[in-house]
């Protein structure tokens, strides 16, 4: 195996043990956003996306390449948009309790 | 440099997860996991317009416009009550792309692509396509466009089972021979396994199936990080395939049932459909609800999905009101899957301007039943269904739920004696000290407000 490819399950094992504990206490109260948030960040394939749509040649690799960018800006605009519109709602209402 | 500030995207959206755990700190959060994907997205283009600046920018223009557009078009419009079919949708695009991105990479390369890179183009296809049609049925069965009750499909498991394994071997014929049909035949027979695997789940059981669909996205974007060799996609799959799989467990285990189960068994039936609706009940009128809570000092509100079809936390929120300034002490009951997604009924909630400090959880909740004068169920039911305590033959037996008839007195507001999603009978409905109120939960909701008014 490359010393590239051992670098990258090096940082992803790393990524998926902060994953864990960053959100293992996470209150139920904040599943939704929380989950809708992280859905968001998935959308990072659009970094990959992007490459793959700018360097691609031929018609399939451009038709490829455009709907990999189109679904991965769904995936992060509309993601986290609807994110912050939910968090905007969320409120502790002072006096009461 | 390239790498370093793929990095602070990384710890950006580390440092915006950590944010999304704490309701005081979750919107910032958001906003920095967001800038850390515009980093992400600024470092990518310049990295590339410095290599080569006459690339095909058009492509990637209008993918971003079209798809921006689309994302902050469904952000904009989606009501509260239908969030978890759009959170569903927003995973099988993310899954998508993933799956795209590694197609692109097939068509690059001629599907000449050393082994170990291979193994995970193979992966993100797989897990891409899964997450992409598997969620695209979840979205139809909460929409409504898809039947949400379990559909048998012929062969059961045994059947996904094969059109699972032959995804394998046909990744593996294009590992090992640099097949790109190959890779083309893998991806859809993994596109087909996503549809037969979710179909036969009941509604009931989506808060695991999106939790889980929301883990896959992740890991099938850090797959097509191996792809492509780069470090902010792994990291950020990363996060987001353990996150999913936090939320699976516990929804998993908040229903006492192993995911296993969920995805891959037959669940449900119990009691008949001559069982249901025989035996006598309480039926109660707005006027004789209004009196049970106006004369409560305590009430305990339990929201279920049925709140959530009839759009009626604002008037769960203006009963609650009223019953408020008669000195009426109310709290929120949320069970762990009450609804179609994770936390789904806090979201309806706090739209309704629900001081989240107000809901209470499982463990939270079950001690203060006894304490109760009204416990008042909207719209849920196995929830809330004591044969998950007391019959060892129900199918939900052993599941946590609200202990609602700890309280004196029970009132449920549902549309008809039919059975929940497990599609099992509720006997909570024949207790003595249970009152059924059937109607619209909304309109239910608002004839007792007015009751109560009237008192």
Known sequence: MSSEFIAGIVVFVLAAFVGFEVIAKVPRTLHTPLMSGANAISGITIVGAIIAAATGTGVLAAVLGFLAVTFAMINVVGGFLVTDRMLEMFKKIPGKR | ?455
């Open chain 2, 1 to 455: 440099m390239v790498e370093l500030a793929y990095l602070l995207a990384g710890v950006l959206f580390i440092v915006g997860l950590k944010g999304l755990t704490s309701p005081r700190t979750a919107r910032r959060g958001n906003r920095i996991a967001a800038l850390g994907m515009l980093v992400a997205i600024i470092v990518v283009i310049v990295d590339l317009i410095g290599l080569d600046a006459k690339l095909a920018w058009g492509i990637v223009l209008g993918g971003m416009v079209v798809g921006g557009g689309i994302g902050l078009l469904l952000a904009l419009r989606v009501q509260m009550t239908d969030m978890p079919q759009l959170v569903a949708a927003f995973n099988g695009f993310g899954g998508g792309s993933s799956a795209l991105v590694a197609a692109a990479a097939v068509v690059a390369t001629n599907a000449v692509i050393p082994t170990e890179t291979a193994v995970t183009t193979s992966l993100s296809l797989i897990i891409g396509a899964i997450t992409l049609t598997g969620s695209f049925i979840a979205f139809g069965k909460l929409q409504g466009i898809v039947p949400s009750k379990q559909v048998f499909l012929p062969g059961g498991t045994a059947t996904n089972a094969v059109i699972a394994l032959g995804a394998v071997v046909a990744a593996g014929v294009g590992i090992f021979s640099d097949s790109a049909t190959a890779y083309w035949i893998a991806t859809g027979l993994a596109a087909i396994l996503g549809v037969t695997t979710v179909l036969p789940i009941g509604g009931a059981d989506m808060p695991v199936v999106i939790s889980l669909l929301n883990s896959f996205s992740g890991i099938a974007a850090a797959m097509a990080g191996f792809v492509i060799g780069n470090q902010a996609l792994i990291v950020g799959g990363a996060l987001v395939g353990a996150a999913g799989l936090i939320l699976t467990i516990e929804m998993a285990v908040a229903m006492n049932r192993s995911i296993p189960s969920i995805l891959f068994s037959q669940f449900g039936g119990g009691a008949t459909a001559e069982d249901i609706g025989t035996k006598p009940v309480n039926r109660a009128t707005a006027d004789d609800v209004a009196i049970a809570l106006a004369y409560a000092e305590r009430v305990t509100i339990v929201p279920g999905y049925g709140l959530a079809v009839a759009q009626a936390q604002h008037a769960v929120k203006d009963l609650a009101n009223a019953l408020e300034e008669r000195g009426i002490e109310v709290t929120y009951a949320i069970h762990p899957v009450a609804g179609r997604m994770p936390g789904h009924m806090n979201v309806l909630l706090a739209e309704a301007d629900v001081s989240y400090d107000l809901l209470l959880d499982l463990e939270q909740a079950n001690p203060r039943f006894p304490q109760a004068d009204v416990a008042l169920i909207v719209g849920a039911n196995d929830v809330v269904n004591p044969s998950a305590r007391t019959d060892p033959d129900s199918p939900i037996y052993g599941m946590p739920i609200l202990n609602v008839d700890d309280a004196k007195t029970t009132i449920v507001v549902k549309r008809s004696l039919s059975p929940g999603f497990a599609g099992i009978d509720n006997p909570l409905f024949y207790e003595d000290n249970t009152l059924m109120f059937f109607g619209d939960a909304k309109q239910a909701l608002e004839e007792t407000l007015v009751a109560v008014d009237a008192l």
